[in-house]
């Protein structure tokens, strides 16, 4: 079983900055990949953005290109993402995820395990 603990989110201003971090705990795989999704109410979860094991690949769905960065430090078990020119239609609630995969993947039923979520809220 593997726990997830996402921290950072929080309100921010339109065109301000946050970073988000997922720490893993428990058993862990040589080799997984993680992500971070979004769920804004009503509306679907999706991908955010991604990062392989080695952290040699990352996906970044388009709405976030060029403005979010996803990293890893496997020595921590950790991911972040680097929010930056934030934007009222970010708002919702974040959630980190991993999948025992050496591939990426951007479906969110690929993934194994899921923290709880963190609230990320952008006013205009």
């Known amino acids: 079983q593997v726990q997830l603990v996402e921290s950072g989110g929080g309100l921010v201003q339109a065109g301000g900055s946050q970073r988000l971090s997922c720490v893993a705990s428990?058993?862990?795989?040589?080799?997984?990949?993680m992500a971070w999704f979004r769920q804004a109410p009503g509306k679907e979860r999706d991908i955010v953005a991604a990062i392989s094991w080695s952290g040699g690949y990352t996906y970044y769905a388009d709405s976030v290109k060029g403005r979010f960065t996803i990293s890893r430090d496997n020595a921590k078990n950790t991911v972040y993402l680097q929010m930056n020119s934030l934007k009222p239609e970010d708002t919702a609630v974040y959630y980190c995820?991993?999948?025992?995969?050496?591939?990426?993947?951007?479906?969110?039923?690929?993934?194994?395990?899921w923290g709880q979520g963190t609230q990320v809220t952008v006013s205009s």
């Open positions: 995820a991993v999948d025992n995969s050496m591939i990426v993947r951007t479906a969110s039923d690929a993934y194994d395990y």
């Open positions: 428990g058993r862990t795989f040589s080799r997984y990949a």
